[in-house]
């Protein structure tokens, strides 16, 4: 058992994470944008459009604060 | 040859239906009570000596917990160590269910996504209402990133909203993939060796071997990550946006 302050440990943790972090929120927004075509607005395909823009902008930002968090020393 | 996806099939062992709810026994709940009993047991026989010089059952159970511990400390702070006996039992389960998942036979109870999911949905809501519970309204504050200029906000609301809701689903897909992918390639491979002649077959069954050893690996990190990424939300909802002075 790894100590959890391993550099190694902790740095492999950040790298497996990020991927799953910039397609979570494509789904969500994308599943978001199409929610609100289908029940509320009837608007055509542009909720889904803006949804994917979003949630690609909120994964880059999700992925982005996740490299941020990584150990420095 | 079968389908490599058979092994994920899940089939009620003794049907038992309870005020028209399905609760059937299968093999996903049985290996529950099994990872349940051997956590529950190995850690009562481990605990009940209290050696100064530790036996080897206890000085592995006092490094789990050390591991735990300083995983919390790194992301939480002080006061994290409240949620320690929650984030102790998931670490145990989610390892024990990953691990015990390798041995040929046995069902990896995490490569169902209704049981990620239900730990990602219950981390998720914890964290909430962690978060509503300690600083009430204020807790939504989430949603606005510190200095954004206001004429910014209707673009940057709607996006942590989706970075917020994102999170519960990374959780369990992350889980559910990585393990049900792993399964899947020994499956593949094994298939393999079994079909192919054995003057080619013992590359595949090299591989089986090699990627067996791979993924005690990846059990233990995915258990990692998971609990983890539990501490940081739960940080989060905690300290709000002081939260990159705690968290690494």
Known sequence: MPPSTDPFYAGLGQAVRVGTELLAALIVGGGLGWLADTYLFASGPWGVVAGLILGAIAGVLNAYRAAQRWPSH | ??????????????????????????????MMWVVVALIAGLLIVAGTSRRLVPTKLQSLAELLVDFIRGMILDTMGKDGMRFFPFLATLFLFILFCNLLGLIP???????QIVVTAAF?????????????????????????????????????????????????????????????????????????????PLLIGWLPFAFTIAINGLEVFIAFIQAYIFTILTCVYLGDAMHLHGHDDHAR
């Open chain 2, 1 to 30: 040859m079968d389908n490599p996806l058979h092994p994920f099939e899940l089939h009620p062992l003794v049907q038992i239906t309870l005020f028209g709810v399905d609760i059937s026994l299968n093999k996903a709940v049985l």
């Open chain 2, 105 to 111: 036979g046995l069902y990896t109870v995490t490569s």
């Open chain 2, 120 to 196: 990602a949905l219950f981390v998720y809501s914890m964290s909430v209402v962690v978060g509503v519970a300690l600083h009430g309204v204020k807790f939504f504050g989430i949603l606005i990133p510190p200095g954004t200029p206001r004429w910014l906000l209707p673009l940057m609301m709607p996006i942590e909203l989706i970075s917020q809701l994102a999170r519960p689903l990374s959780l369990a897909v992350r889980l559910f993939a990585n393990m049900t992918a792993g399964h899947t390639v020994l499956a593949v491979l094994f298939g393999m060796a079994l079909s192919l």
